[in-house]
């Protein structure tokens, strides 16, 4: 148990790192892209919210796997499969929290419109220098709570990592699955303790998310 | 949470409207009273034909659930409605019995289970199982040590054969043998601790029955819970499962029967 707080830390601090960096520019795409691959990409990156965790885990744990079309890359790195590993449990956190990150930034970079991205251009700003210092600053509220929200809900993962994990101290053996286990085998105060720890935790992230979100409103009104 | 306040209102009923769509659509109950039959996850295959035999021959409705036994544990103790537990171990019936949530002089052994080490590869499993010696595999898959009786039984051979402690960093960990079997037959794990029942119907790939020496004897006990003690149905399913009949269909299934 005394492993899994920090490796669940961990996992939800570089999948939402990891996030930032493909997410922030896949809303822009999305909030400026024209035409039905716009709305396309989109569903896409929301199936996650609806399919269940046993669909992505066992999607993952196929194309993650020796026989998947990843294996030849693989095994250039010596691997067998990415199933049963951290790396693998960061893919599928990705994969499962793309959507929370996604859609409030889609909807910061739709809110400012398209109107200080072209003053910006017209006097003269690098594309670069405008997305950095005009755009990236009046987004700001979007991205943070993307970028919480990822968090939280990697934190909380339980059927990807049940799908995929294989369940070992210190490497896949995340919070959710301590708390399961303990279920199983009837160990209820230890799950209770832990059960009401990420109860407190998420309801924090929460109440925190919504106060942010208000103070925008109030800022922007 | 960033929507447009009217774009959540519209969305919101929209889905209200599915849901009374879906709950107009949904089949009545075929029987009000079916009787529910919780079956450890290893024992999926055999259940599912001997509750079609059972069926066939009484005409009476069961309706099968799988899980890990540790799992169907909790839930009975939370007043989940099943008639009849078929459990991978003997303990957790008798600690059902012991909690009063299972009729007393219920419980008897139904099937004992084999424990198997299998992979999909062909030639990887030599017919001694050096295997495991030699270690040249990544991940060797197990079912939780701690609530699936497989899953102790893999341990305990694997401590029994001395290698425990070289294997240990390799295992990866299924919530139920099923799920040890199902790592393996993805080839995510090259080899895995799995039931013997599972290794006979699916005959590819290379396999090593554990002898029964190097564990203990994996019995697998029944009981009538108290959520059936009135439910004929139940009963006589229990009474079945004892037959000649039934016993030679589990013993088809790789399993051992009791005297």
């Given at each position: 148990m005394p492993a899994a707080i920090p490796l669940t830390l961990e996992l939800a601090g570089l999948s939402t790192a990891l996030l930032l960096l493909l997410g922030v520019p896949l809303a822009?795409?999305?909030?400026?892209?024209?035409g039905w691959w716009v709305e396309a990409l989109g569903a896409v990156i929301a199936l996650p919210l609806v399919l269940p965790p046993t669909v992505l885990?066992?999607?993952?744990?196929?194309?993650?796997?020796?026989?998947?079309?990843?294996?030849?890359l693989l095994a250039l790195a010596g691997l067998h499969t990415l199933?049963?590993?951290?790396?693998?449990?960061?893919?599928?956190?990705?994969?499962?929290?793309?959507?929370?990150?996604?859609?409030?930034?889609r909807s910061a970079f739709a809110a400012i419109g398209p109107a200080p991205w072209e003053a910006a251009l017209t006097l003269r700003a690098a594309p670069w220098d405008a997305f950095v210092s005009v755009i990236l600053p009046l987004a700001r509220g979007g991205i943070v709570t993307g970028a919480i929200l990822s968090f939280a809900h990697t934190l909380g993962e339980f059927g990807m990592v049940l799908m995929l994990g294989g369940d070992i101290p210190g490497k896949t053996e995340v919070l959710s699955i301590v708390i399961f286990n303990d279920v199983e085998t009837l160990r209820w105060p230890e799950a209770g303790a832990l059960a009401a720890g990420m109860a407190a935790f998420s309801f924090c992230v929460i109440l925190a998310t919504l106060r942010a979100e208000a103070r925008m409103a109030r800022l922007r009104a | 949470m960033s929507l447009p306040r009217h774009a959540t209102r519209r969305h919101l009923a929209m889905l209200a409207v599915l849901g009374i769509v879906a709950?107009?659509?949904r089949p009545a109950p075929a029987r009000a009273a079916e009787t529910s039959v919780a079956v450890a996850a290893d024992f999926t295959v055999p259940a599912k034909r001997l509750v079609a035999a059972f069926e066939q021959k009484t005409g009476d409705k069961l309706a099968l659930s799988f899980g890990a036994s540790g799992q169907i544990l909790a839930q009975i103790t939370q007043g989940a409605?099943?008639?009849?537990?078929?459990?991978?171990d003997a303990e957790r019936p008798r600690k059902l019995a012991a909690?009063?949530?299972?009729?007393?002089g219920s419980v008897f052994t139904y099937a004992v289970g084999r424990l198997a080490l299998w992979s999909a590869q062909p030639s990887l499993i030599d017919s001694q199982g050096k295997v495991l010696q030699t270690g040249r595999f990544a991940h060797l898959a197990i079912a939780n040590p701690q609530s699936a009786p497989y899953g102790a039984a893999a341990v305990q051979a694997l401590k029994a054969l001395g290698v425990y402690d070289a294997v240990a960093p390799k295992l990866v960990t299924g919530e139920n043998v099923a799920q040890a079997?199902?790592?393996?037959a993805s080839g995510n794990a090259e080899l895995g601790f799995v039931a013997l029942s599972e290794v006979l119907q699916d005959k590819s790939g290379s396999a090593w029955v554990v002898p029964q020496t190097l564990y203990q004897p994996i019995m697998q006990d029944a009981a009538l819970l108290k959520a059936g003690k009135d439910d004929p149905a139940a009963r006589a399913f229990l009474a079945y499962l004892q037959t000649p009949e039934a016993r030679a269909i589990i013993r088809g299934y790789g399993y051992g029967t009791t005297p």
């Open positions: 822009w795409g999305l909030a400026r892209g024209r885990g066992f999607y993952l744990l196929i194309l993650l796997g020796p026989h998947g079309p990843l294996a030849p199933a049963f590993s951290f790396a693998g449990l960061v893919i599928g956190s990705v994969v499962c929290s793309l959507p929370f990150m996604v859609q409030p930034v | 709950f107009g659509l409605p099943y008639a009849v537990f078929l459990s991978a909690m009063g949530l299972a009729v007393p079997y199902q790592f393996t």
